[in-house]
């Protein structure tokens, strides 16, 4: 690569500068809005409360190793599978406002964690023109900051003001992982550029494991590469490179995540040595490869490094038969039946013109497969390999559950401005001003499809916020209101909802525990939630509430969850919304501004 020239360096921070004034005017003006957070003091998600929740508890107790949380999956407490970096991003710049502003921690803490999500968007932008560079150095790279910044996925949801969660940051390490590993790819005998994508990746496995669905591709990407050419030692080497740079990080990350007696323990959903030994078997089969003769026959080549890669893969499979299901391993057959399958970011998206808005929403990356035709052109095959291959990755996984449109974006933005390209330089255009307009026609297209979907969707759901119970009033409520529990019970008292996505706020809101919330390691809240709202025998419920301790019940009568099935009339939700309340619950009186919303009972 050449060192670029003043004019290109003045245009870079101009450009820099741009993005990051658009993406703050963006994301502030949302945030203005009525509905926004600055009016609403709402967070925008149920993991931005609790991810809050956490934050504060860090704080609080300083115990570093104690990540579950009282509040939640009471009476036992909620076990979370987060990991601590983005506490961290969060929780310094607070104690910093905390020390020198003398603001109270609860506010600042809030206030960061509202904000980290939009300022790492506008670095995961910032990031996808740097990324780009390896492929068009040119102007055009800017083309995939623009995407990233624009996509409404980001922009309203995953990277908007108020919420507060991790995504964002796995899409800044994903691209920063792109970006270095094509270079690695493109110049392979430039050392630091297969370290730096290891480090990113293993960064990302450090945050979730999720980051796999582009580390392995870029992978495999790599091994294939050095087979298919005849001098693919250095291919080999970089391989081994990004490998061994994931089992640093990752290294370090369970030494600073766990004591030291749970070094060796393995988890599926959260970082752990089983992850450290994927990175190591990857980096032990390119290191076998690498020592092939570079004149070897192709045959020989695929014998070897696929007896290598098998042999991996096995050995990893018989330690941990279910490391390929990652998250959803985790989740206990309560979860996996009655939760996983009604959270809508886990929903598929299915290939038929029905969910043509969904598609263009949250897979638009399926159209840019063309677009690796330019790299195939314009910068070798290896290079479109690569992006390839993590294109179809995260397609495939964008289909299966929408949630993963994030990871989708960490290409698209890349394979997004190759298409501009590719319209521009159309032979059909001759003239300049024509392959202006040509690109311009094909910039608003790439930005403006998905807002296409946005708008269908948007007609489709109408004004389910109106059909909805609103929790936040009712949190407010229960914070000023105080609830006592039994005698016997001396701490804070437990309610049972039988909405999960609304515990969250709650705890954070109010003082009191709750048993349901939305995550995959509280099954066993969700079976006693569950077999408590169904029960036909009085004391089949009761017995379920004195386990675990609940002194409240609470119901939302405007909307009922899907989790709970068809209702029996003879169960004991479908006689609290009838209001034929057994002897041993008591109505408590609410505010008319949520009686018609709530029913809010106690268990004397």
């Known amino acids: 690569m050449t060192p670029r020239s003043g004019s290109s360096a003045l245009r870079s921070v101009f450009f820099c500068l741009l993005i990051g004034l658009v993406g703050i005017t963006i994301h502030l003006q949302t945030a203005l809005r009525p509905d926004g957070i600055m009016a609403t003091r709402q967070l925008r998600d149920t993991d931005a409360y609790v991810r809050t929740i956490r934050?504060?508890?860090?704080?609080?107790?300083?115990?570093?190793?104690?990540?579950?949380?009282?509040?939640?999956?009471?009476?036992?407490?909620?076990?979370?599978?987060?990991?601590?970096?983005?506490?961290?991003?969060?929780?310094?710049?607070?104690?910093?406002?905390?020390?020198?502003?003398?603001?109270?921690?609860?506010?600042?803490?809030?206030?960061?964690?509202?904000?980290?999500?939009?300022?790492?968007?506008?670095?995961?932008?910032?990031?996808?023109?740097?990324?780009?560079?390896?492929?068009?150095?040119?102007?055009?790279?800017?083309?995939?900051?623009?995407?990233?910044?624009?996509?409404?996925?980001?922009?309203f949801a995953y990277g908007s003001v108020g919420f507060t969660d991790h995504h964002v940051l796995l899409l800044l390490l994903a691209i920063l992982g792109i970006g270095a590993a094509l270079r690695a790819i493109l110049i392979p005998?430039?050392?630091?550029?297969?370290?730096?994508?290891?480090?990113?990746?293993?960064?990302?496995?450090?945050?979730?494991?999720?980051?796999?669905?582009?580390?392995?591709?870029?992978?495999?990407?790599?091994?294939?590469?050095?087979?298919?050419?005849?001098?693919?030692r250095p291919i080999a080497q970089q391989g081994a490179r990004i490998s061994f740079g994931?089992?640093?990080?990752?290294?370090?990350?369970?030494?600073?995540?766990?004591?030291?007696?749970?070094?060796?323990?393995?988890a599926y959903d959260k970082v752990s040595v089983q992850h450290a030994l994927m990175a190591l078997f990857a980096g032990a089969v390119f290191s076998v490869c690498g020592l092939i003769s570079p004149g070897a026959h192709r045959g020989s080549k695929f014998l070897a490094g696929s007896t290598a890669a098998l042999s991996a893969a096995a050995c990893l499979l018989v330690l941990y038969p279910h490391v390929l299901s990652s998250s959803q391993a985790a989740a206990d057959a309560s979860t996996a039946e009655k939760f996983l399958p009604f959270v809508r970011e886990m929903a598929p998206v299915p290939l038929n013109l029905a969910s043509l808005p969904d598609l263009l929403v949250y897979a638009t990356g399926l159209a840019l497969f063309p677009a690796v035709l330019v790299m195939l052109r314009d910068r070798g095959w290896p290079a479109g390999l690569l992006i390839g291959a993590v294109l179809a990755s995260t397609c495939l996984a964008t289909i299966l559950h929408r949630?993963?449109?994030?990871?989708?974006?960490?290409?698209?933005?890349?394979?997004?401005?190759?298409?501009?390209?590719?319209?521009?330089?159309?032979?059909?255009?001759?003239?300049?001003?024509?392959?202006?307009?040509?690109?311009?026609?094909?910039?608003?297209v790439l930005i403006g499809a998905p807002y296409l979907g946005?708008?269908?969707?948007?007609?489709?759901?109408?004004?389910?916020?109106?059909?909805?119970?609103?929790w936040s009033t009712l949190a407010h409520w229960l914070h000023d209101q105080p609830l006592r529990a039994p005698p016997d019970i001396q701490e804070p008292a437990i309610i049972l909802t039988d909405t999960p996505d609304s515990t969250p706020e709650l705890a954070y809101r109010t003082?009191?525990?709750?048993?349901?919330?939305p995550y995959h390691r509280a099954g066993s809240a969700f079976q006693d939630t569950f077999n408590v709202m169904t029960a036909a025998r009085d004391e089949d419920?009761?017995?379920?509430?004195?386990?675990?301790?609940?002194?409240?019940?609470?119901?939302?009568?405007?909307?009922?969850?899907?989790?709970?099935?068809?209702?029996?009339?003879?169960?004991?939700?479908?006689?609290?919304?009838?209001?034929?309340?057994?002897?041993?619950?008591?109505?408590?009186?609410?505010?008319?501004?949520?009686?018609?919303?709530?029913?809010?009972?106690?268990?004397?």
């Open 55 to 155: 934050v504060e508890r860090l704080r609080d107790t300083g115990r570093w190793y104690e990540t579950d949380l009282p509040q939640l999956n009471a009476p036992e407490g909620l076990s979370l599978h987060w990991t601590r970096p983005l506490d961290v991003l969060i929780l310094l710049p607070a104690l910093a406002a905390e020390i020198i502003a003398r603001i109270p921690s609860k506010v600042a803490i809030f206030w960061v964690g509202a904000w980290i999500s939009p300022l790492l968007h506008i670095a995961s932008a910032l990031a996808a023109a740097w990324a780009a560079r390896a492929l068009w150095p040119g102007s055009e790279a800017w083309i995939a900051a623009l995407i990233v910044l624009s996509h409404p996925v980001l922009l």
């Open 189 to 232: 005998d430039q050392a630091r550029w297969g370290l730096i994508a290891g480090g990113m990746f293993g960064a990302g496995l450090w945050i979730g494991p999720e980051t796999l669905l582009i580390a392995g591709p870029v992978l495999g990407a790599f091994g294939l590469s050095w087979w298919l050419l005849d001098t693919g």
């Open 246 to 266: 994931m089992l640093g990080v990752v290294t370090l990350a369970i030494a600073v995540e766990y004591p030291p007696a749970d070094w060796l323990l393995g």
């Open 454 to 470: 946005l708008a269908f969707m948007m007609k489709e759901t109408g004004n389910a916020k109106d059909k909805a119970c609103d």
């Open 541 to 604: 419920a009761l017995r379920i509430l004195q386990r675990r301790k609940v002194s409240f019940i609470l119901l939302c009568t405007k909307s009922r969850p899907s989790n709970l099935g068809p209702m029996d009339s003879r169960s004991l939700e479908a006689r609290l919304r009838a209001g034929n309340n057994p002897e041993w619950l008591e109505p408590i009186t609410l505010p008319e501004s949520l009686g018609g919303m709530f029913r809010l009972l106690q268990r004397p």
């Open 403 to 444: 949630r993963f449109s994030v990871d989708l974006i960490a290409v698209a933005g890349l394979l997004g401005a190759g298409s501009v390209v590719l319209v521009a330089e159309h032979s059909r255009f001759k003239r300049e001003a024509l392959r202006a307009v040509a690109a311009g026609a094909a910039i608003v």
């Open 511 to 517: 003082p009191y525990r709750f048993v349901v919330s």
